[in-house]
């Protein structure tokens, strides 16, 4: 099984895919899930990223 979003296939995007998460806010954590928010496509955490699976709010 496929390891996509762990060291090896995150080293060559900027800041090693760590940023603010668009939907939480969180500074410093690996944003690597393409969402659709608001409709525009945001990169969000994988707890947002859970949680926009199960219809969770913020």
Partial sequence: MSKAHRGKGIKEL???GRGVCAR???E???VLY???IAG???QVCKYCKAAIKNGKAI
Avoid: M, N, R
Wanted: charged share 45%; proline share 7%.
């Fill in 28 to 30: 410093s954590i690996k």
């Fill in 14 to 16: 900027p800041a090693h």
């Fill in 24 to 26: 939480c806010g969180k």
């Fill in 40 to 42: 525009e496509k945001k």
């Fill in 34 to 36: 393409e969402q659709e």
